[in-house]
């Protein structure tokens, strides 16, 4: 029996909509800086190969007015900033969709300005992970704007992103399964803030349920998930956060992925992403400290180093 079948007591609707919500707080994005222009990979050099077997390696969106000047071009036009970006990475996590649910029509002009091969992760709506219950229609408009990528052979997963506030509880355990029930067969991968989810069991019910586990960087602070690289089936998937302790409840001023890793600081992972990667068939790593440009230039710096280069 699934572990996470084990209570299934009805659903309850709580008085707060935003049950398990721990939104950021919303902080003004500094200017970006001029950066010298990162070289772009080769094509051959676009995807690293561990043991015979893809990592692409990417960030949580690309379409950031402070990434101007960063990482695009001065005056690049932003319906041209995708094509630019895929010159660069071979796939994309797209988080709008957790702010709002676009028309299929916009996910088919995605599809249609990256180039053959390239993927797409798509965010789940904020809906369907930080409310207790969402409305059958966000399902059906989530999944409908799918369908462009789906039909282009470009999407590739769905991830759930939980708050801290999304504890290991017999309800948490429903929402999971109800979730993985409410998306069919497409591939879904979830990440776990709280460390009440870094348990064998957990890991051990993802598999048998058919979710992908989310490994994660991110500050070393009590009540946060661990760094554990872990996979729940054929596919690997790790997030980098950055490690801005200060910020990272809200408490100072500045964004919480305001940071730029250091080399030694990736180095810590090299060895855990090669070793996700030698038993998935495939493995993903996205940047999500998108302030100014610094996910783009992480993201490059670890394809380096996938592929063995010391600069």
């Known amino acids: 029996m699934n572990r996470f079948a084990s209570a299934m007591a009805p659903d309850r609707r709580p008085e707060q909509s935003d049950l398990w919500g721990d939104a950021p707080p919303a902080t003004p994005r500094a200017r970006a800086v001029p950066a010298t222009p990162l070289p772009a990979p080769a094509p051959e050099r676009r995807v690293a190969q561990v043991a015979g077997r893809p990592v692409l390696v990417g960030t949580s969106g690309f379409s950031f007015p402070d990434w101007e000047g960063a990482f695009y071009p001065r005056g690049l036009p932003p319906a041209e900033r995708l094509g630019f970006y895929a010159r660069y990475f071979p796939a994309v996590e797209v988080n709008s969709t957790y702010y709002g649910i676009p028309q299929p029509q916009v996910m088919r002009q995605m599809a249609e300005k990256t180039p053959p091969g390239f993927e797409f992760m798509v965010k789940a709506n904020r809906q369907m992970t930080h409310e207790a219950t969402a409305p059958d229609a966000v399902y059906h408009d989530f999944l409908r704007c799918l369908e462009p990528l789906r039909e282009a052979g470009r999407f590739h997963g769905v991830l759930a992103q939980f708050p801290w506030r999304f504890r290991n509880t017999p309800e948490a355990r429903r929402h ?99 070793e996700l990667a030698e038993r998935a068939k495939k493995t993903y790593v996205f940047f999500n400290n998108c302030h100014a440009g610094q996910a783009a230039r992480n993201a490059r710096l670890m394809m380096d180093m996938l592929h063995g280069d010391r600069r």
Do not use: Q
């Not at 409840?249 to 964004?255: E, K, S, Y």
């Open 176 to 274: 999971l399964l109800a979730l993985r029930g409410r998306l069919g067969e497409l591939p879904l991968f979830v990440e776990f803030r709280h460390d009440s989810w870094a348990v064998e069991e957990v890991f051990h019910s993802l598999a048998e349920s058919g979710i992908g586990y989310c490994s994660v960087d991110e500050p070393a602070l009590s009540g946060l998930m661990p760094p554990l690289a872990r996979l729940t089936g054929d596919t690997a998937y790790v997030r980098f956060h950055g490690r801005n302790a200060r910020t990272w409840w809200g408490r100072g001023p500045g964004d919480r992925y305001d940071y730029d890793y250091r080399r030694e600081e990736m180095e810590e992972w090299l060895g855990k992403i090669r």
